[in-house]
């Protein structure tokens, strides 16, 4: 499967944003998807992970509460709508899947090791 995350943007704090996470080449009936992102400096850290089966959702502890996963099968996208954003959410976001179809977010589902299909990242900045 091929990823290709978009929707980011610069906004300013309090703002909202919506990013896509489009996928091709098989179904995201298959994948979980996780979500990730990394600011200059700073090591990749996950952000959330949504199951294809059970309706398993996870969320960074940080943006639990502003952020929602959901997925929209007709047109086999993740989307990832972010509110009230706040200056550390800046960074480059991206959505992975593991390698082969793993349809359920594993326990540790932050392990940036655990992914091996990424899609090209969206630049997400948080400025006034």
């Known amino acids: 499967v091929q990823l290709q995350a978009s929707g980011g943007g610069l906004v300013q704090p309090g703002g909202y944003l919506r990013l896509s996470c489009a996928a091709s080449?098989?179904?995201?009936?298959?994948?979980?998807i996780g979500w990730f992102r990394q600011a200059p400096e700073k090591e990749r850290e996950g952000v959330s992970c949504?199951?294809?089966?059970?309706?398993?959702?996870y969320y960074k502890d940080s943006v639990q509460g502003r952020f929602t996963v959901s997925k929209d099968k007709a047109n086999n996208t993740v989307y990832l709508e972010m509110n009230n954003l706040k200056a550390e959410d800046t960074a480059a976001y991206f959505c992975?899947?593991?390698?082969?179809?793993?349809?359920?977010?594993?326990?540790?589902?932050?392990?940036?090791?655990?992914?091996?299909?990424w899609g090209r990242g969206t630049q997400v900045t948080v400025s006034s």
């Open positions: 992975a899947t593991r390698a082969n179809r793993s349809p359920r977010c594993k326990t540790k589902w932050t392990l940036v090791a655990d992914y091996a299909n």
């Open positions: 080449g098989d179904s995201l009936d298959y994948y979980a």
């Open positions: 949504i199951s294809a089966v059970d309706g398993g959702i």
